[in-house]
């Protein structure tokens, strides 16, 4: 499944997580860790120095021109399963850049992205005690929520005059889970305007409190309500002179690749639109944009996009072709300055079979392949969640889509109830494909919506947030978890060896070979070993 940005708010990094003790607490395995080190900001001699215990001492009242040090921080992965899933797909901190475009000028930003470092949390600390920021930003997803917080306090250990702000989607849809006297600020929804209000209010050695869409947790007060998605024209262009771009990279989907074309290439993230207009019932996003598609304007995308140093862009739009005046107006300002990339963008089937031509024209300026959401084998499964698709529209789509020449990624959900049975369905009609690269989650509805809140009570985990990434059963399964982790692995595997490269048994680059052998181990691997995410008294329950 492909990875998309979260909305913004200031940032979020995540390392190894401690969180409290419960009846029923999960267990995390941390036995694979990344394999690329991160050195901090400025150097790693600082990591000598002994972290200050100094009580959090009275923020310095800074002039108007005061220029103030600013940290961003992209979480590194708990779960074996994203850790898994970044050895094939590892984007660029594209969050981070949007924050940092939307300060003002002036300033010194620095970007931490953990992800690639082989310990995260002592990087960490070493690039606080030697950059010594005045405003460190965290934002991510649900299941990095906890971490978040531990992250928040070991910032008021080394650097106690700091201020800490935390955004992103989970801030977004439960802001009061980061209520806590490590957190100044927490912004719910876009971030681009409230970060630059908070960086403004930091220079001036002045309070949060009143700033539009920002919770202070010390009083729990502000942004009680679900603020609206901005007009798409306000929002900057993201800096990406921030991060090494060519450590950013992506397994490519092409349908008759070439020989020893790359299957790795550097890959830059764009975001062409935001929300959507459709009404799944276990997605958040149309909730949070009010069932609202919103283009950016197509000249900036278009400019942002010929600017790019990586040939290979992976648009995280939630869906690129709804408007589809929008999406012909981008392809032809891209073809109009003549820019050469690949592409690979996210579509439903009902967009295919009712706008073909959108497809085909992307495709004849480079779109190489697409994201589409088949979800279920079975047309009652779709109606349960409001799909607004059936088996045979996904299967017509997939059709069309490679006659057109464009690989598709099909992704499919399981429930925790699944059986033996369903397994075994979902792998024949999987095998009667033709070549696509497949994904299999877990159909888990994001908190903030009807369906997640009809959950309440059925968590077998004391914090579910901890675990809700998608790919781990939140609710009790019907199989022994044990043998709901081996049966959701060995679809994995089987998933990986259908892929169009293997199919069509592709020549590829010896690196390429190697990269793939060791993701597919660990992809598989974060599977296997799901259930021992679970407290043991867990594992053989059904």
Same mark, same amino acid.
């Given at each position: 499944?492909?990875?998309?940005?979260?909305?913004?708010?200031?940032i979020?990094?995540?390392?190894?997580?401690? !969180?409290?003790?419960?009846?029923?607490?999960?267990? #995390?395995?941390?036995?694979?860790?990344?394999?690329?080190?991160?050195?901090?900001?400025?150097?790693?001699?600082?990591c000598?120095?002994?972290?200050?215990?100094?009580?959090?001492?009275?923020?310095p009242?800074?002039?108007e021109?005061?220029?103030?040090?600013?940290?961003?921080?992209?979480?590194?992965?708990?779960?074996?399963?994203?850790?898994?899933?970044?050895?094939?797909?590892?984007?660029?901190?594209?969050?981070?850049?949007?924050?940092?475009?939307?300060?003002?000028?002036?300033?010194?930003?620095?970007?931490?992205?953990?992800r690639?470092?082989?310990?995260?949390?002592?990087?960490?600390?070493?690039t606080?005690?030697? #950059?010594?920021?005045?405003?460190?930003? #965290?934002?991510?997803?649900?299941?990095?929520?906890?971490?978040?917080?531990?992250?928040?306090?070991?910032?008021?250990?080394?650097?106690?005059?700091?201020?800490?702000?935390?955004g992103g989607?989970?801030?977004?849809?439960?802001p009061?889970?980061?209520?806590?006297?490590?957190?100044?600020?927490?912004?719910?929804?876009?971030?681009?305007?409230?970060?630059?209000?908070?960086?403004?209010?930091?220079?001036?050695?002045?309070e949060?409190d009143?700033?539009?869409?920002?919770?202070?947790?010390?009083?729990?007060?502000?942004?009680?309500?679900?603020?609206?998605?901005?007009?798409?024209?306000?929002?900057?262009?993201?800096?990406?002179?921030?991060?090494?771009?060519?450590?950013?990279?992506?397994?490519?989907?092409?349908?008759?690749?070439?020989?020893?074309?790359?299957?790795?290439?550097?890959? !830059?993230?764009?975001?062409?639109?935001?929300g959507c207009?459709?009404?799944?019932?276990?997605?958040?996003v149309?909730?949070?944009?009010?069932?609202?598609?919103?283009?950016?304007?197509?000249?900036?995308?278009?400019?942002?996009?010929?600017?790019?140093?990586?040939?290979?862009?992976y648009?995280?739009?939630?869906?690129?072709?709804?408007?589809?005046?929008?999406?012909?107006?981008?392809?032809d300002?891209l073809?109009?300055?003549?820019?050469?990339?690949?592409y690979?963008?996210?579509?439903?089937?009902?967009?295919?079979l009712?706008?073909?031509?959108?497809?085909?024209?992307?495709?004849e300026?480079?779109?190489?392949?697409?994201?589409?959401?088949?979800?279920?084998t079975?047309?009652?499964e779709?109606?349960?969640?409001?799909?607004?698709?059936t088996?045979?529209?996904?299967?017509?789509?997939?059709?069309r889509?490679?006659?057109?020449?464009?690989?598709?990624?099909?992704?499919?959900?399981?429930i925790?109830?699944?059986?033996?049975?369903? #397994?075994?369905?979902?792998?024949?009609?999987?095998?009667?494909?033709?070549?696509?690269?497949?994904?299999?989650?877990?159909?888990?509805?994001s908190?903030?919506?009807?369906?997640y809140?009809?959950?309440?009570?059925?968590?077998?985990?004391?914090?579910?947030?901890?675990?809700?990434?998608?790919?781990h059963?939140?609710t009790p399964t019907?199989?022994?978890?044990?043998?709901?982790?081996?049966?959701?692995?060995?679809?994995?595997?089987?998933?990986?060896?259908?892929?169009?490269?293997?199919?069509?048994?592709?020549?590829?680059l010896?690196?390429?070979?190697?990269?793939a052998?060791?993701?597919?181990?660990?992809?598989?691997?974060?599977?296997?070993?799901?259930?021992?995410?679970?407290?043991?008294?867990?594992?053989?329950?059904?």
């Open positions: 499944m492909g990875v998309r940005v979260p909305p913004f708010a200031p979020t990094y995540v390392a190894r997580q401690t !969180s409290p003790r419960g009846p029923v607490q999960p267990r #995390f395995n941390f036995a694979h860790g990344c394999c690329r080190a991160f050195h901090p900001v400025e150097g790693v001699e600082d000598l120095i002994p972290p200050t215990m100094a009580s959090r001492a009275a923020k009242v800074r002039q021109d005061s220029r103030v040090r600013i940290l961003l921080v992209k979480p590194s992965p708990r779960l074996g399963t994203i850790r898994g899933l970044q050895s094939f797909q590892f984007l660029e901190p594209l969050e981070l850049g949007y924050l940092a475009a939307a300060a003002p000028a002036g300033h010194d930003i620095r970007v931490a992205d953990l690639r470092a082989r310990f995260p949390e002592h990087s960490f600390r070493c606080l005690r030697r #950059f010594r920021p005045d405003l460190v930003g #965290f934002t991510g997803y649900t299941h990095e929520a906890s971490a978040i917080r531990r992250l928040a306090r070991l910032t008021r250990e080394d650097c106690p005059a700091a201020r800490v702000v935390v989607h989970h801030a977004t849809v439960a009061a889970d980061f209520d806590g006297a490590e957190i100044d600020a927490v912004v719910r929804g876009e971030g681009c305007a409230p970060f630059r209000a908070l960086v403004e209010r930091t220079a001036r050695g002045e949060f009143g700033l539009p869409h920002v919770r202070i947790p010390r009083t729990g007060r502000g942004a009680e309500e679900l603020p609206r998605y901005p007009d798409p024209a306000t929002l900057p262009t993201p800096r990406r002179d921030l991060w090494p771009v060519r450590a950013y990279r992506s397994v490519w989907l092409a349908e008759g690749g070439r020989p020893f074309q790359p299957l790795f290439p550097p890959v !830059s993230t764009v975001r062409t639109s935001y207009r459709m009404q799944c019932t276990f997605c958040v149309p909730f949070l944009s009010e069932g609202r598609h919103l283009g950016r304007p197509v000249e900036q995308v278009a400019d942002e996009i010929a600017a790019l140093a990586a040939d290979h862009v648009f995280v739009d939630d869906e690129n072709f709804l408007d589809e005046e929008h999406a012909l107006a981008l392809a300002a073809a109009a300055r003549r820019v050469r990339k690949r690979f963008a996210w579509t439903r089937a009902t967009t295919v009712r706008s073909p031509e959108i497809l085909k024209r992307w495709r300026i480079g779109l190489d392949g697409a994201f589409l959401g088949f979800e279920f079975s047309d009652r779709l109606r349960a969640v409001r799909k607004g698709g088996v045979a529209a996904n299967e017509r789509a997939l059709d889509l490679r006659a057109l020449g464009i690989a598709v990624h099909a992704a499919f959900m399981l925790p109830e699944s059986s033996a049975e369903d #397994f075994a369905r979902l792998r024949a009609y999987v095998r009667a494909l033709p070549p696509v690269q497949c994904s299999f989650t877990i159909c888990t509805p908190p903030g919506t009807p369906d809140q009809a959950l309440d009570g059925r968590f077998w985990i004391d914090n579910p947030h901890d675990l809700h990434d998608c790919m059963p939140l019907s199989l022994r978890l044990r043998e709901f982790s081996r049966l959701y692995a060995e679809q994995v595997v089987e998933g990986i060896a259908l892929t169009p490269a293997r199919i069509e048994r592709r020549p590829l010896p690196p390429d070979i190697l990269r052998f060791v993701a597919s181990r660990r992809y598989a691997h974060g599977y296997q070993n799901l259930y021992q995410d679970y407290p043991r008294e867990l594992w053989d329950q059904a």
